[in-house]
């Protein structure tokens, strides 16, 4: 195995190759991938936060600032977290590409050549190794932060004398898991394991009281000052807006692709109907959600990808917030229905991306007025109340400096995810009898994004309540929710597999029992 501090000159001879290619920001990316090779690193163990933004060449430039914390930490291992699995795959195809040491894909999308390869991958022995969020929360759920010293599991021993890049943290670092993963980046300090969290939209939870147990070391990355990024897009705020508004913005930028991003996969399906028959032959309207499978959603994005590149005047791509992070194109002008500050900063990383249409490219962030196509998200209304209070506030449209501000506004009108984080220290803390999980189950079953350790709450919660007959609005809920082909998540949960007479698999627990072609329901004592 290639000591990874030899890939060193093929880093620098790479990234001479790209930031030669004609782009508008090329003199920006050289500054930027100087400042990475060429700044002094901290003394200290850190957390270091790169502020950069899109288009300046931060995945070789990192990945350089990575190298060098190796030789200086005696690291010997770099694993790149990624939000997303096409991102997973962009980056083990260029990393195999662009270095000759070995590189492993560890997520749900990677490819084995033998037994070896996948055991090495799978336990992060790689130089360097590709993965998603969903395994390093997996690793991160046998880590209890809380305490004052921390020893690591056998599960999270893969991660010590680690550089972790976190990339698009902001994708999936939540202000409901950040106390756990930021406390867990601070405890791996001592064990040699480094983090780089990029993303410029990610709030400083460590600026905001309550949200971490201790005080975190941060180190900040960011363009060096004297290099000033020239206005790609300009943002502009609207109220009230109707479908009609939307066709002029379109029929103002003939000869420009554009891009239309909904908070609902409802109305992004409506929209997108709606205007491929509103204008025919004339445009070609495309559609991307995050309910498309997989293949077919690569598939779709490789042709939209190509009528991009041909800066393609008659192509608008509807969509929802699925592209706003892993997907390397450019639009010349973009319509986002508004969200969190974060989210539309990541909307405005897609359009004008390189400065190729010039500069200000218009990118405006409205609000549905009465419209019978639209569905709001209700999620998101204290999201949208704290983005108008941004903005009025300022002199220029809020950007990502402002993300921390947001999320202090947004917490303070939702303390609940406050108390939820105190439960869950609690249950760290307390072990969890059937009382404290009584307490926890209206919060748990209100979260819906996946955390693994929120995750074996909630399945313990469910087990208690199926065994002891307590088949509750919460607890039936969920369970109707899950779809029967995910049989893990069954398993988790405590239901046996069997097999009916046709060999088709049905999920039993005592009486309730679980099957695709009949749903959930409950054995009589006859059927038993």
Known sequence: MHNILEQIPNLRKTAAELVQLQSPLQK??????????????????????????????????????????????????????????????????????????????????????????????????????????????????????????????????????????????????????????LGCLQHLLAHNCHSILISAPLPRYWEIDGMIPLPMPVVEIALPANVKIPSRVKMTLHDNFVVRDIINIINAHPNEPGVIVVNTVHTAILLQVFLQKFYGKKKDVGLLTGKLASYHRREKERIYAEKLSRRD???????????????????????????????????????????????????????????????????????????????????????????????????????????????????????????TLKTLLPDLFSNTTAFPPLDCIKNRVIREKVSLGQLDEDTMEYLLSINPGQAKLLERIGFKRMLNRAGKPYYVLNNVVYSRDTGLYIKTDQEE
Not at 48 to 56: E, I, L
Not at 330 to 335: A, D, Q, V
Not at 416 to 429: E, G, L, P, T
Request: with cysteine.
């Open 28 to 181: 920006i990316r050289e500054a930027f991938h100087l400042e990475c090779s060429t700044r002094r690193l901290p003394h200290k163990h850190v957390v270091h936060f790169c502020t950069a933004p899109t288009g300046v060449g931060k995945t070789l430039a990192l990945l350089a600032y990575a190298m060098r914390l190796c030789e200086k930490y005696n690291a010997d291992r770099i694993i790149v977290v990624t939000p997303f699995l096409t991102l997973c795959r962009q980056h083990e195809s260029n990393y195999k590409e662009w270095f000759t040491t070995d590189i492993g894909n560890a997520s749900s999308s990677g490819r084995y050549t033998s037994k070896k390869d996948r055991s090495e991958t799978k336990k992060w022995q790689k130089e360097i190794t590709v993965t998603s969020y969903v395994d390093l929360l997996r690793t991160f759920s046998s880590l209890n932060p809380y305490k004052s010293r921390m020893d690591l599991s056998e599960k999270a021993e893969k991660l010590a004398n680690t550089i972790l890049i976190l990339d698009d943290a902001d994708q999936w670092i939540q202000p409901h898991m950040a106390p756990h993963v």
């Open 313 to 435: 005047g008659n192509f608008i791509l509807v969509a929802t917030s699925c592209i706003q992070a892993g997907w390397d194109v450019s639009f010349g002008y973009g319509l986002r229905e508004a969200a969190s500050l974060a989210d539309i900063l990541q909307t405005r990383g897609r359009i004008n991306r390189s400065g190729e249409y010039g500069l200000y490219a218009p990118l405006h962030v409205f609000t549905f007025g009465d419209e019978p196509l639209a569905k709001p998200h209700p999620g998101l209304r204290k999201a949208i109340a704290c983005l108008d209070l941004l903005w009025t506030n300022t002199k220029y449209p809020p950007g990502p400096e402002r993300c921390t501000d947001a999320m202090r506004a947004l917490l303070t009108q939702s303390p609940s995810v406050f108390d939820r984080q105190k439960r869950i220290k609690n249950f760290a803390k307390l072990n969890a009898h059937k009382d």
